[in-house]
């Protein structure tokens, strides 16, 4: 089916329809379109006023995801404070939640009071927001979110970001908890390297020689975030097997690590072509980030030789990132 047919449709549900059910998931249908492909944005914005308004919340919720995507930049903060006093619990949720992916300080007097919301959900955004912007105002709702077993991950993925060093006992007590999934063993790991434990950049190292476990690339891009002793060595190793599945993790390793050593290396990789079009990706972002002019100017020169559309794609969007 053709997407304005698609559109179409869904706003005629929108019109004749009182399910809440239907009503939400045609909403939902907007917000994909607009997801799939960006340049029909200007063709939704007319839609936006009448889901933001929508009796369910449901479709108000999928009105903020939309507004997302078709607002200029300059609109999006408005929206979105506008909507942190609605009365259902979803549509505060989805846009604290994009308020703290956007991180930006002006917006932490909006974030500051839904530390206090009635939901646990939206609380642990504002945390996780307030994370983002340094701020420790939401410190103990991420704590307490590490016995959530939903929310875990993302919460030491914000105490890692707001490197307080008071999570560190709660951090330790997760380490060393029993059963612990391998996965969020080792990103507890990286936020106790982080917070100065030594116990987790030895974690992460360890876990890089298990060459059949879901967790190592985890494990090995973490050791060049936290700038594991012996990661510069150990990530070239990796990165210069051609039967590692992880090389691509070492190059984005190497380039958090933030060594120029590590320059060369990469542009190996990089510049093979025969190498699979991924790790080649990879090996770009770790040059982008370790900042080199030289490094910039050969990922720039290399772009001609990625062969597909979406390799392209996300070439262009990482030469217009800060490194």
């Known amino acids: 089916m053709d997407w304005r047919a698609e559109r179409d449709r869904a706003l005629l549900v929108l019109e004749r329809e009182q399910r809440p059910q239907a009503r939400a998931e045609a909403a939902a249908v907007l917000s994909s379109l607009v997801e799939e492909d960006f340049s029909r944005a200007a063709e939704f914005s007319a839609v936006l006023t009448r889901l933001l308004s929508d009796a369910h919340g449901d479709v108000r919720r999928a009105g ?43 917006l932490r007097g909006a974030l500051a009071p839904m530390l206090e919301d009635p939901s646990p959900e939206v609380r642990f955004e504002a945390a996780r927001g307030m994370a983002a912007l340094k701020h420790s105002a939401g410190l103990e709702i991420l704590v307490a979110a590490l016995d959530a077993d939903l929310l875990r991950f993302r919460a030491l993925g914000a105490l890692a970001e707001l490197g307080d060093t008071r999570a560190l006992p709660a951090v330790k007590r997760l380490f060393e908890k029993w059963l612990l999934p391998h996965f969020e063993r080792t990103q507890a790991a990286g936020v106790l390297a982080k917070l100065g434990d030594p116990e987790g950049a030895a974690h992460l190292m360890k876990r890089t020689q298990k060459k059949w476990s879901p967790d190592r690339p985890l494990a090995v891009e973490l050791c060049g975030e936290v700038k594991a002793p012996g990661a510069l060595e150990r990530l070239r190793a990796i990165l210069e097997d051609p039967k590692d599945v992880c090389r691509g993790a070492a190059a984005r390793g190497l380039g958090l690590l933030g060594d120029p050593k590590a320059l060369p290396w990469l542009l190996v990789l990089l510049e093979d072509t025969s190498a699979h079009e991924d790790f080649r990706l990879d090996a770009a972002e770790g040059i982008w980030r370790l900042g080199l002019p030289e490094g910039h100017a050969r990922v720039r020169a290399a772009v001609p030789t990625f062969t597909s559309p979406e390799a392209r794609e996300e070439l262009a969007e990482l030469l217009q990132e800060k490194p």
Do not use: F, K
Not at 74 to 99: F, P
């Open 64 to 106: 903020v995801r939309l507004g997302m995507m078709v607002l200029p930049p300059s609109e999006v903060a408005g929206m979105l404070t506008a909507r942190l006093s609605d009365a259902d619990a979803g549509v505060r949720l989805e846009a604290t939640g994009q308020i703290a992916d956007l991180a930006l300080p002006e």
